[in-house]
């Protein structure tokens, strides 16, 4: 498991070289407007948004699971606390196919748990690579 961090930058290159060095690793995903690294220690799984308008940086918060099953526990887990889950299967999301749990806190900020299944082309199923600005629902 490992934590993710979301954030929209209005320097995509700037911060790729920033967090690179930051982190002492290279990017691990790289795309138009978009940009990973998969941070052993700490672990951390930092996604990037290039986002010319800037505004908020944080665009959404989430932990990456490695099994489906570890989605299912989380968001159930959630459920049972009284928090409304969003589950989506197989979701076209990040340059990935994957498997969630969403949910919001009071303020809008989205959680997703989640497991990665298959690295798509497009930003989604059925887009460009460059035609979803900002990640998920």
Not at 27 to 46: C, D, S, T
Not at 89 to 101: H, L, R, T
Request: some cysteine.
């Amino acid at each position: 498991m490992r934590l993710q961090l979301a954030l929209n930058v209005t320097d995509l290159e700037a911060a790729i070289d920033y967090y690179a060095r930051l982190f002492g690793t290279d990017v691990a995903k790289r795309k138009p407007g978009y940009a990973n690294f998969e941070i052993a220690e700490p672990a951390l799984k930092l996604v990037l948004f290039e986002s010319a308008e800037g505004g908020d940086r944080l665009n959404h918060l989430g932990v990456e699971v490695f099994d489906d099953q570890a989605v299912m526990a989380a968001g159930q887990k959630q459920e049972a606390a009284g928090l409304n889950v969003e589950w989506q299967e197989e979701e076209g999301c990040c340059f990935a196919k994957q498997n969630k749990a969403v949910t919001y806190a009071p303020d809008g900020t989205m959680w997703e748990w989640y497991h990665k299944l298959e690295d798509l082309e497009n930003f989604a199923d059925n887009s460009t690579p460059a035609a979803a600005p900002v990640c998920c629902s």
